[in-house]
């Protein structure tokens, strides 16, 4: 079918001719030696955004955030996170590869858990038989929980108790600024509560490659030695950072469009029955359980209607909605899915 409307996932979109002309005109040198004029800036400007004292520019989320662990944990470590968490599920096995670090689990609503939780999980660090708890992280917005929102008084309540207790506090912002559009927390404040954040620009922003890793001066240079190791410095890379600049400037300010998509989605599926329990959308992201109950055959009826779209298990289906999914394609799939019988 030549009109594809692509909705696996928010990684999908292309720049712009926009934040490509940015790209060709970029200034360049040679991060390795931070003389990249161009990634010194996108790191400045996303470092103050978020009122921390530096930032990394690094190749993707997978690699902001296993930097992080690796950074705040030694091996033999443990670190809190959801069961959801993207760190723990879609990262290879990375929090052990990399940094030998173990994990505690924490079920949680759709992947977001209080500061009690984080109490109940934190390991008494005078029995040798435990593993010392190092690092609590959270993802905001929650993928696997259908793009929820963490409630700012929960991330400062468990701020408080990491700090209590010596404790790291990261968080995997990959669509950190879907959260922060739709509740109106500014990013300076929810910049207060971490001792890490990875935010990235090649999801609904529209950048081809990049996330950024924020921190304190003297994490951001440990993380750049780690970074090196895992081969992660890069040399020209402002031909990169400079669709970065612009994904912060331009893009960040657009993603609610996304999230009136889905919602709208969301009510028509319900609607027309086709939906048969649904995660509430939050965001960009909606997952659904179809009636009936089983995912894989949807998968291909809407594949062959020319909606492309993930299995989240066997009983539920994830759309995306990004910045690519014109006006035209939005509302012939509203038509598509009404043609839709299973
Ligand atoms: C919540 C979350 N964190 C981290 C990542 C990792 O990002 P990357 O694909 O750039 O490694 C993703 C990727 O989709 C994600 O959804």
């Given at each position: 079918m030549a009109n594809i409307i692509d909705l696996r996932s928010d990684t999908v979109t292309k720049p712009s001719e926009a934040m490509k002309e940015r790209m060709f005109t970029a200034e360049l040198g040679d991060d390795v030696f931070?003389?990249?004029?161009?990634?010194?800036?996108?790191?400045?400007?996303?470092?103050?955004?978020?009122?921390?004292?530096?930032?990394?520019?690094?190749?993707?989320?997978?690699?902001?955030?296993?930097?992080a662990i690796g950074v705040h944990c030694n091996p033999g470590d443990e670190l809190i996170c959801s069961n959801m968490a993207h760190i723990y599920v879609y990262e290879g096995g990375g929090i052990a590869l990399n940094s030998g670090v173990s994990v505690r689990l924490v079920p949680g609503d759709r992947g977001r858990f209080t500061a009690d939780d984080v109490l109940n999980n934190i390991n008494n660090k005078h029995d040798i038989h435990l593993p010392l708890t190092r690092l609590v992280c959270i993802e905001d917005t929650m993928n696997k929980g259908g793009g929820a929102i963490w409630d700012i008084r929960d991330i400062s309540k468990i701020s408080?108790?990491?700090?209590?207790?010596?404790?790291?506090?990261?968080?995997?912002?990959?669509?950190?600024?879907?959260?922060?559009?739709?509740?109106?927390?500014?990013?300076?404040?929810?910049?207060?509560?971490?001792?890490?954040?990875?935010?990235?620009?090649?999801?609904?922003l529209g950048a081809p490659v990049g996330s950024l890793l924020l921190g304190s001066k003297a994490f951001i240079e440990r993380a750049r030695r780690r970074r090196k190791s895992l081969g992660g410095g890069m040399r020209q890379a402002g031909m990169l950072a400079a669709a970065g600049i612009y994904a912060l400037q331009v893009e960040r300010l657009r993603l609610s469009e996304d999230h009136q998509r889905a919602k709208e989605i969301e009510q028509l599926l319900l609607h027309l029955k086709h939906a048969q329990e649904v995660m509430p959308v939050e965001t960009n992201i909606f997952i659904w359980k179809p009636k009936g109950g089983k995912s894989l055959p949807l998968v291909e009826i809407l594949k062959a209607n020319g909606i492309l779209c993930f299995p989240f298990g066997n009983e539920w289906i994830r759309f995306v909605f990004h910045r690519d999914i014109t006006n035209e394609q939005f509302q012939d799939l509203k038509k598509r899915l009404e043609a839709i019988t299973f």
């Open positions: 931070q003389e990249d004029p161009t990634v010194n800036e996108l790191q400045q400007l996303a470092a103050d955004l978020f009122g921390m004292e530096a930032a990394l520019f690094c190749s993707s989320g997978t690699q902001t955030n296993q930097i408080n108790a990491c700090k209590q207790n010596g404790l790291a506090f990261h968080c995997d912002g990959a669509r950190l600024f879907n959260a922060l559009i739709e509740s109106g927390v500014s990013a300076k404040e929810y910049g207060s509560y971490f001792d890490s954040i990875s935010i990235c620009l090649s999801k609904g």
